[in-house]
C-alpha cells in the first residue's frame, strides 16, 4: 500500500500494517496467519482479513510513540526538539540524553547535551489552549540554540486539546527562517510504540530528504536502529560508500539519501523511511532477507550487488568472509552445543536473532516479540522475516507477542527454563532474567549480530556470560516479585484471559 507523504500525519502500523501487540502459540502459526492476513504475499486472496489478537486484563509500564519518535528526532544533530506536552512524557530525555552523549562520543560529534524543551502544558492549559505557549517555545528554542532544524512533538495532552500545530509550525518557520517539523505521534494514536518510527521518518521524508542533489553512484543507504558501523566493511569491498541513516543521523547524511544508488534496512521496523524513499524519491529498495546467519547474509550481498551493478566480486567476497569466520565459529559453536538459549526483542530483530542463535548450534524453543507487523512496507515476501525464519530454520514452538510486560516475560520464561536469554530492552527484560537466576545478555545496540561477524560477536558476548550462572543465582536468591504464588509458577503467558474449557 502506497504511503502518503503529503499528508502531515504518518497512518499508524495497526492501519497499515495490521499490527497486534498480543498473541501466544507457534511460530509456524503466526506466520501462516500472517501470510492470510495479507494474502497477497503467498497467493492466496482473502481480501486482507485481520489477524485474531489476544488481550489481557491489565497493562503493566511501557513505552508510547512519542518517547521512540522524539527519542529519535533528539538524537539528530543539530535539532532541537519541543514536546509539546505536561512535563511527565519529558522523562523519557533523562535516557536520550544519556544516549546521545553516547552515540557523540563513537562518532567523534561534540560531546554535549542534546537540545530538549518541554511546553510544560498544565491544567490551564487544557482548558484554554497551549498554542501561545508552543509559539513562545519555539522563539526560545531559536534564540538559545539558532538549530538548523526543530521538531514539535505532539502528545496525548496536545492531541486532546486539538492544538493547531502545523499553523504554529509554518508562521513561526516563516519568521524565523529555520526548518520546523511537526511529528504527530501523541501516545494514544498508536497501541504500539513502535509506530513513532514511523513519525520521525515521516517527517524526515517530507522535509529533510533533498531534492536537488545529485545521484552519488557508489553511495547506498542503510538504515538501522544504532550502533557501530558494521556495515562499511562488508559494502567497502563492493566499491559501496555507507550512508548511515537513523540511530543518530546529521543532516547532511540523511538530506544526500535522495542521492544513493539503493537503501537497505536493518530492521524491518524501519521499512517505512526505505518504502518513502523508493516511492517518492525513486532510490530502489533492497529486498532480501536481513543479513542474519550465513546463507541470508550471502543472499543480502548477493542482491545489493545485483541492485547496485556490482556482481563482479561479490561471491570472491562471499567466500573470504566464510573462511575468515570459519575457526572461530567453529569453536564458539562447539562450546554453545547443549545450551538452550530464548530472545526477546521486537519483531524483525528477534527473529534475526533467533536465526543467529540456530546458526550457533543453540538449542531456541521460546521468544518474545514486542509487537507483530504481519507484513512490512514493502508488501514484498523477502522481507516476512517470521516465515523466513520458520522455513529455513525451523518452528518456534513458544512463541509469544506482547509489548513488554513484566508479567508475561516471567512466565514465558518460566516455561521455557532457558540457560541464557539475549534481550533487547534491558530495562525489563534484562533485570527480569537475572533476578530470575538467569544470564543474560542485553543487547543495546542491535548492530552487533549483524553478517558474518555478527556470529562471532555474539557467540562470543554468550560464552563471556555463561560462566556468570552462580552470580544470577544470587541475585535470584535475594530477589522478590510482586506476583502471587500461583502466577510464579504460571507458565502460560496469557493464562489470566485463557476462558476455561
Ligand atoms: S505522549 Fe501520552 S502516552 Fe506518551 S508519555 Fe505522554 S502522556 Fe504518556
Known amino acids: ?72 528526532a533528539t538524537i539528530i544533530q543539530e535539532s532541537v526538539v519541543i514536546q509539546h506536552s505536561p512535563i511527565g512524557c519529558a522523562a523519557s530525555q533523562t535516557f536520550t540524553c544519556r544516549y546521545y552523549r553516547d552515540l557523540a562520543e563513537r562518532r567523534g560529534w561534540k560531546l554535549e547535551d542534546p537540545k530538549a524543551i518541554c511546553t510544560n502544558l498544565i491544567e490551564q492549559d487544557m482548558v484554554f489552549g497551549g ?120 543532516l547532511d547524511t540523511l538530506a544526500q539519501m535522495s ?17 518513502g524513499l523508493e516511492q517518492d524519491y525513486g532510490v530502489p529498495e533492497v529486498k532480501a532477507p536481513l ?22 566480486n561479490v561471491e570472491a567476497v562471499i567466500a573470504a568472509e566464510r573462511e575468515r569466520i570459519a575457526p572461530e565459529l567453529e569453536r564458539i559453536r562447539k562450546a554453545l552445543a547443549g545450551k538452550k538459549g530464548f530472545v526477546a526483542a521486537g519483531a524483525a530483530f528477534a527473529h534475526g536473532l533467533l536465526v543467529v542463535l540456530r546458526e550457533l548450534g543453540v538449542e531456541v524453543d521460546s521468544a518474545f ?47 521455557s527454563k532457558p540457560d541464557f536469554v539475549v534481550c533487547r530492552h534491558s530495562g525489563t527484560f534484562a533485570s527480569l532474567a537475572a533476578r530470575m537466576g538467569i544470564p543474560v545478555l542485553p543487547i543495546f545496540y542491535s548492530n552487533d549480530g549483524i553478517g558474518y561477524q555478527g ?16 552470580f544470577y543465582e544470587d541475585v535470584s536468591a535475594h530477589s522478590r516479585f510482586p506476583y502471587q504464588k500461583w502466577w510464579l509458577e504460571e507458565t502460560d503467558p496469557f493464562a489470566p484471559i485463557i476462558e476455561p474449557a
Open 291 to 312: 543479513p542474519y546467519g550465513l546463507a541470508e547474509t550471502d543472499r543480502w550481498l548477493r542482491e545489493i550487488a545485483s541492485v547496485t551493478g556490482r556482481q563482479g
Open 131 to 250: 498554542i501561545r505557549k508552543l509559539e513562545e517555545t519555539i522563539r526560545e528554542a531559536w534564540e538559545r540554540h539558532h538549530p538548523k532544524v526543530i521538531f514539535i512533538a505532539a502528545s496525548c495532552a496536545s492531541g486532546i486539546i486539538g492544538d493547531d500545530i502545523e499553523s504554529a509550525a509554518r508562521s513561526l518557520e516563516a519568521e524565523l527562517g529555520v526548518v520546523i517539523v511537526p511529528l504527530y505521534c501523541e501516545g494514544f494514536r498508536s497501541k504500539h510504540w513502535s509506530s513513532g518510527w514511523d513519525v520521525i521518518e515521516h517527517g524526515i521524508l517530507r522535509r529533510l530528504v533533498s531534492r536537488e542533489g545529485k545521484k552519488q553512484p557508489d553511495l547506498i543507504n542503510v538504515i538501522h536502529l544504532g550502533g557501530p558501523d558494521v556495515f562499511s566493511p562488508l559494502l567497502a569491498p563492493l566499491g559501496l560508500k555507507t550512508n548511515l541513516v537513523m540511530g543518530g543521523s546529521t
Open 369 to 415: 516479540s514486542y509487537h507483530h507487523d504481519p507484513a512490512s512496507d514493502s508488501g514484498d515476501p523477502t522481507q516476512d522475516t517470521l516465515s523466513n525464519l520458520v522455513d529455513g530454520w525451523g518452528d518456534i514452538p513458544n512463541y509469544t507477542v506482547s509489548p513488554d510486560q513484566h508479567f508475561q516475560a516471567h512466565a514465558a520464561l518460566q516455561r
Open 1 to 72: 500500500m502506497a504511503l502518503n507523504l503529503k499528508v502531515p500525519q504518518a497512518e499508524t502500523r495497526e492501519q497499515r500494517l495490521g499490527t497486534i501487540i498480543q498473541w501466544d502459540g507457534a511460530a509456524s502459526q503466526l506466520a501462516r496467519d500472517s501470510a492470510f492476513t495479507h494474502g497477497c504475499q503467498k497467493g492466496c486472496d482473502n481480501g486482507g482479513r485481520r489477524l485474531c489478537e489476544a488481550s489481557t486484563p491489565f497493562s503493566q509500564a511501557s513505552m508510547c510513540a512519542e518517547q521512540i519518535a522524539v527519542t529519535n
Open 455 to 470: 556470529l562471532i560477536t555474539i557467540g562470543r558476548a554468550i560464552l563471556r556470560v555463561l560462566p556468570r550462572r552462580r
Open 259 to 275: 542521492e544513493a544508488q539503493a537503501t537497505v534496512t536493518m530492521c524491518f521496523v524501519l521499512s517505512y523511511l526505505a518504502t
